[in-house]
């Protein structure tokens, strides 16, 4: 068998990863790298990864192609469904390894604090934790999204121009799949069903695979004008050719959310865009040319349930740049207690709260827009510059929502106290749920940038005391050009993961020394 050292397993690796053709020197590779090479680059514009193991089909030496490769360069790995054992890794006999974006080790979320527990809310979700084996942050998600699109749309804040009703999306995100994500889910589903049957039968769905579908769940009534009779007597008249869905709210519950990311990210699959619509607007539209779909007054929440790595695999960096993972809520969950003989809530602890739900419900039929009391204000005003800094990297992709978020999650706790106005508890509750939703998210993504070659560098620099700018240069190879270092780098000091400094200790010209912060 030919052997696999020398140039070729990092130039696969950097065409893996995103790196334009023309700053990867392919002259001269031997085979089988040349080839490999020649068919990454033809996937013009689809999937690198797949072109990859296209081209390495029938191989004998498969296995050892992947491992030469995957060992230069972690981000290759991370888009592939193949170990480095050339396994399927979304088997469950061979789960997804971690990603290059988990670079820092980073703390479990400190648990919720009482505020996050305020009115129906918090009194439901300590009902349910004695009765379950899951993370109480799981249930509340659950709580929150599921009785926000119950009370349906007409409540509501405003923040400039921009209506925050009490809708919200969330992932539940479980360090393996075993952490009970689905045991959060159900309680909230049974309390809801007692309260109204008709909304969990009808409008509670799962198994998104495309924005047409989610639209089609709350279209509007189609009318055409058609021609009616036959001769003379034929005249033209408006036909309802589909009733619609007359009930705009839906909630949806996907137990494998990573089936959803997937499915995203295929070509012209427009999931994501509507998605993103979804929690912006309540008018959605398909320009699909022989078919358009539109639907106004859509009420949606969602809640997915994957685990770290499954989030970590398929979640696309174009998905974390344009705003989509931004507008979930991100709840790491784990099992919280072991019941060896089942977890079941008593039917008269969930019945228990059926009375007050449709109190709720009754009042937030009438429309209403919540402002903040004194109190309510005064704090905003202190914690809004925070909530609105951007933060670098991963970790701010992830959550530079935050002012909206707190401000749709207050609109949820005001609702369940019937209130006209959001009050000091109320914002502190959501507050509270936000800085544990922060902190799973700084679990998940850790201290990442999202660059390949930002984040090589920062590994590498972990690893070591310092590196001058020649050892980086060599990181790669000496085959990724100077401008793209100069941003990495620059990437690493404006998040404040790294530090330069000047070395003029060698009496020449002084040396450019880097070292992790």
């Not at 922060?438 to 005391?465: C, H, K, M, Y």
Request: aromatic share 6%; charged share 25%; net charge negative.
């Amino acid at each position: 068998m030919q052997a696999l050292g020398g140039r070729g397993p990092s130039e696969i690796a950097m065409l893996l990863a995103g790196t334009p053709k023309d700053q990867v020197r392919l002259d001269g590779l031997a085979e089988p790298w040349s080839d490999l090479a020649d068919a990454v680059f033809a996937s013009n514009g689809g999937s690198p990864m797949a072109a990859f193991e296209e081209a390495l089909a029938g191989r004998p030496n498969a296995d050892d192609i992947r491992r030469a490769v995957f060992a230069v360069d972690p981000v290759a790995r991370e888009a592939s469904d193949v170990d480095s054992d050339g396994n399927d890794a979304a088997s469950p006999s061979t789960p997804p390894t971690s990603t290059s974006w988990e670079l820092g080790a980073q703390a479990w979320p400190n648990a919720l604090g009482d505020a996050a527990y305020h009115g129906l809310i918090g009194r439901l979700v300590r009902a349910i934790q004695p009765f379950s084996e899951a993370d109480p942050a799981a249930i509340m998600l659950h709580t929150l999204t599921g009785l926000g699109v119950l009370v349906g749309p007409g409540v509501r804040a405003m923040a400039g121009d921009a209506p925050h009703p009490a809708k919200l999306f969330g992932i539940v995100v479980g360090e393996s799949s075993i952490s009970r994500k689905g045991s959060s889910h159900r309680p909230v589903e049974r309390t809801l069903a007692l309260a109204d049957p008709d909304f969990i039968r009808t409008r509670m769905v799962e198994g998104l695979s495309s924005g047409e579908g989610l639209i089609y769940q709350v279209r509007d009534e189609v009318i055409r004008r058609e021609k009616v009779g036959k001769g003379a007597a034929a005249e033209y008249q408006d036909v309802v050719t589909d009733p619609g869905e007359p009930d705009k709210r839906l909630w949806v519950v996907e137990s494998e959310f990573a089936t959803l990311l997937r499915v995203a990210g295929r070509e012209g699959n427009t999931l994501t865009s509507v998605v993103r619509r979804a929690w912006d607007r309540d008018d959605l539209r398909s320009m699909t040319k022989n078919s358009p779909i539109q639907a106004a007054g859509a009420h949606i929440s969602i809640v997915g349930h994957v685990t770290r790595d499954e989030l970590l695999r398929y979640l696309d960096r174009t998905e974390l740049a344009n705003g989509f993972i931004n507008r979930f809520l991100v709840v790491a969950a784990r099992r919280a207690r072991v019941l060896p003989d089942g977890e079941s809530v008593p039917s008269a602890v969930l019945e228990s709260f059926t009375a007050e739900i449709r109190a709720i419900c009754a009042w937030a039929s009438e429309p209403r827009c919540l402002t903040r009391d004194d109190g309510a204000t005064t704090l905003w005003r202190e914690v809004y510059e925070g909530l609105s800094d951007g933060r670098p990297g991963m970790l701010g992709a992830a959550t530079n929502r935050a002012a909206a978020q707190v401000l749709r999650l207050s609109v949820n706790y005001a609702v369940v106290d019937m209130s006209d106005v959001i009050t000091a508890p109320h914002l502190l509750a959501a507050l509270e749920y936000w800085r544990y939703a922060e902190q799973s998210a700084r679990w998940v993504f850790g201290d990442a940038i999202g660059d390949p070659t930002a984040d090589t560098i920062l590994n590498a620099l972990r690893r070591n005391d310092e590196l001058d700018r020649e050892d980086i240069v060599n990181l790669f190879g000496r085959h990724v050009n100077r401008s793209r270092l100069d941003r990495a780098l620059g990437d690493l000091l404006k998040a404040g993961l790294a530090r330069s400094s000047r070395d003029a200790s060698t009496g020449g010209r002084p040396r450019e020394v880097w070292r992790a912060t």
